[in-house]
């Protein structure tokens, strides 16, 4: 599955930013960069919840805009925003019974 650019609109990806203010960073990206494991269980945690908060230390090689765009694509999730050193992914769940995010 591929994810368009820019697939929400302005609202949308506003909505989004909303209801990721109260959503507490999942894991932090530092030095070690983007692991395999890192990706595996970010993908879980999508499939999880939806929407994911991700801190990037001081020290991580990349700017968080490269991390950012660098998980979307392993991912196939959608950046929603990345704010100073927040990165806010979306990627819709695949389970069935799942209360899905409404925006």
Avoid: C, W
Avoid at 8 to 15: D, H
Avoid at 18 to 36: H, L, R
Avoid at 79 to 100: E, P, W
Wanted: no cysteine; aromatic share 4%.
């Amino acid at each position: 599955m591929t994810v368009e650019k820019n697939m929400f609109t302005s609202k949308e990806r506003s909505n989004l930013r909303s209801m990721a203010q109260n959503v507490k960073p999942i894991t932090q990206v530092g030095k070690g960069g983007i692991s395999d494991a890192l990706v595996d269980s970010l993908s879980k945690a999508l499939e999880a919840r939806e929407l994911i908060k991700i801190s990037v230390l001081n020290n991580a090689d990349d700017d968080a805009r490269e991390i950012a765009e660098e998980l979307a694509t392993q991912l196939s999730a959608e950046v929603v925003s990345v704010i100073g050193k927040k990165i806010i992914l979306y990627r819709r769940s695949s389970k069935k019974d799942f209360d899905h995010i409404v925006f």
